[in-house]
């Protein structure tokens, strides 16, 4: 799984999601796109994608597309309006994208780049390589608290960081089915 992190001005989302989806689809991967701001970290989307595939394995996915189904468990929700808050949208945003899947992740990250560069896309990549949590530093905990229900007396109870929070969020999607 590769990860990237991005700054880009979308003018046309429609557009854009047709160029990340050429994208995935010339090099046998699957790309996600996430408003960075709700991504906890490497941990949170790991556990999606395997939580993802495991479903569509089972037979028990939700969605037909595995980033759709991916966004669904990042999210932990089984409403796909409501998971697509998590997605990027219209205007300046920072963005997280998954790369996965059994083509060749590295070219489809580089053909990523490439393209949202050369389709006018301000893009300012990061690489998100590291360890959990090396490379979110554009996540926002306030708005992650709230997107995944995570109060302030929940906080005071455990000694588990957020990440930790959002990534048992994410397992009790699975319960919940």
């Known amino acids: 799984m590769e990860i990237r992190t991005v700054e880009l001005e979308i003018a046309d989302l429609d557009d854009f999601l047709e160029t990340v989806d050429s994208v995935a689809t010339a090099h046998d991967v699957t790309v ?3 408003d960075a701001r709700y991504v906890a970290g490497r941990q949170h989307l790991e556990r999606a994608v395997e939580l993802a595939d495991r479903a569509i394995a089972r037979g028990e996915n939700v969605a037909r597309d595995r980033s759709v189904e991916i966004l669904l468990y990042a999210a932990g929700r089984r409403q796909i309006d409501r998971a697509l808050e998590m997605g990027v949208s219209a205007g300046e945003t920072r963005a997280v994208f998954v790369i996965d899947g059994t083509g060749d992740e590295a070219a489809a990250a580089t053909a990523l780049r490439e393209r ?8 300012l990549e990061r690489s998100a390589t590291g360890t959990s949590g090396d490379h979110f530093e554009w996540r926002d905990s306030a708005t992650i608290e709230s997107f995944f229900d995570i109060t302030e007396a929940e906080r005071a109870a455990t000694d588990a960081d957020l990440e930790t929070l959002v990534c048992e969020r994410v397992a009790l999607l699975e319960v919940e089915k």
């Open 32 to 34: 996600q796109a996430f």
């Open 116 to 123: 949202l560069d050369g389709d006018g896309w301000k893009s």
